[in-house]
Nanobody, 123 residues
């Protein structure tokens, strides 16, 4: 069982940066692949980035590649999402998720979810 709590969201101007953090409970955090997803109003929840438990392999959605960086600190049970060069279209609620799969790119591959944190990018 894993419990996830996101933080770090807020309001930022276009071109700015934010760093999201996801704190996980549980002693087996290092065995979970961690992902970030986002959901804008009236839209489906979309994949943003993921980092595997094995070798910390990373995968990014095309829309954020080169701007966002996902990382993890297994000693602190934390996964981070550094977001740079933010655009108004990045506005959404961002969710942290965990799975025991080697890698996951879709919502149905993840078993545990946080409550989400709002990111708003103004133009």
């Amino acid at each position: 069982q894993v419990q996830l709590v996101e933080s770090g969201g807020g309001l930022v101007q276009a071109g700015g940066s934010l760093r999201l953090s996801c704190a996980a409970s549980g002693r087996t955090f290092s065995t979970y692949t961690m992902g970030w997803f986002r959901q804008a109003p009236g839209k489906e929840r979309d994949f943003v980035a993921a980092i595997s438990w094995r070798e910390s392999r990373t995968v990014y959605a095309d829309s954020v590649k080169g701007r966002f960086t996902i990382s993890r600190d297994n000693a602190k049970n934390t996964v981070l999402l550094q977001m740079n060069s933010l655009k108004p279209e990045d506005t959404a609620v961002y969710y942290c998720a965990a799975t025991l799969l080697t890698m996951g790119l879709s919502t149905n591959e993840y078993n545990y979810w946080g409550q989400g944190t709002q990111v708003t990018v103004s133009s």
